[in-house]
């Protein structure tokens, strides 16, 4: 649209000098069209549409990772102090060797009364795939004031290096319900040692302990593809520690 504008304008000389006219020539001015205006707020639009979700995700999966973090290094604490507290070096002498035992040192806990209650119904694969055949949710479970639910599975098979196996999602049953965005599960030695899975899985997020690896061993920052994973740990069978794990 050409919008035409003629200014005349009178302009006064200092000092002495009497006033003159001068005629200023039309100036043409471009203007946007209410049609060009449109397709411009549309493209932003489709910009924001865009970036705005992947931004929100990216916000809400370090916000998990930190939890996650947080949690394992509370329990960590626990483990820490029951060896000191008993003066023992195997975690099987100390309130651990029980659920009831764990659970008793988690300040402001509830406990689950069923797995509808604190569990998902299901739980994907970070590829969208349903995995609940390796990935069970204890019915003996607990819920921390801070959302997380925690399974507490004790170990039983003889000779066996852990003294229980934890699962936790890190905000209950509301979404996403992720294999390795919510969803984890780690084991504890009879030592105190926290780990994920004790097999080679170079590229692979399916299991709760795989995807554990894999996050601890990027230092708490979660990916955004299952591509990322990437647990080559190797253990020792004897003493259950990692033997190629950075310090």
């Avoid at 998902?120 to 004031?145: C, E, F, Q, S």
């Amino acid at each position: 649209m050409m919008v035409g504008i003629v200014i005349n304008l009178t302009t006064l000389e200092a000092g002495t000098r009497g006033t003159t006219k001068k005629e200023y020539k039309m100036i043409n001015k471009k203007a946007f069209t209410l049609t060009e205006l449109l397709i411009a707020l549309g493209i932003i639009g489709e910009i924001a549409a865009m970036s705005i979700p992947s931004t929100i995700n990216k916000i809400h999966n370090a916000s998990l990772a930190t939890s996650l973090k947080s949690n394992v290094g509370a329990i960590q604490q626990i483990v820490s102090d029951q060896l000191v507290l008993k003066r023992t070096k195997d975690l099987n002498d100390t309130d651990l060797a029980t659920s009831e035992g764990f659970f008793g040192k988690l300040n402001d806990a509830q406990k689950c009364v069923d797995t509808t209650e604190c569990w998902a119904d299901t739980y994907k694969t970070l590829d969208g795939v349903t995995n609940d055949t390796y990935n069970p949710r204890p019915d003996d479970a607990i819920k921390l004031k801070n959302g997380a639910v925690i399974g507490y599975t004790p170990e039983t098979t003889e000779g066996a290096l852990d003294i229980a196996w934890i699962t936790i999602d890190l905000n209950g049953p509301e979404r996403p319900n992720i294999i390795g965005r919510d969803f984890f599960t780690f084991g504890i030695t009879k030592t105190g040692i926290i780990h994920g899975q004790r097999t080679v899985n170079k590229g692979t997020c399916d299991t709760g302990t795989e995807c554990f690896n894999a996050l601890m061993k990027n230092n708490w920052k979660m990916p955004k593809k299952a591509d990322y994973y990437n647990t080559d740990q190797e253990w020792d069978p004897d003493t259950g520690e990692c033997t190629n794990c950075e310090d």
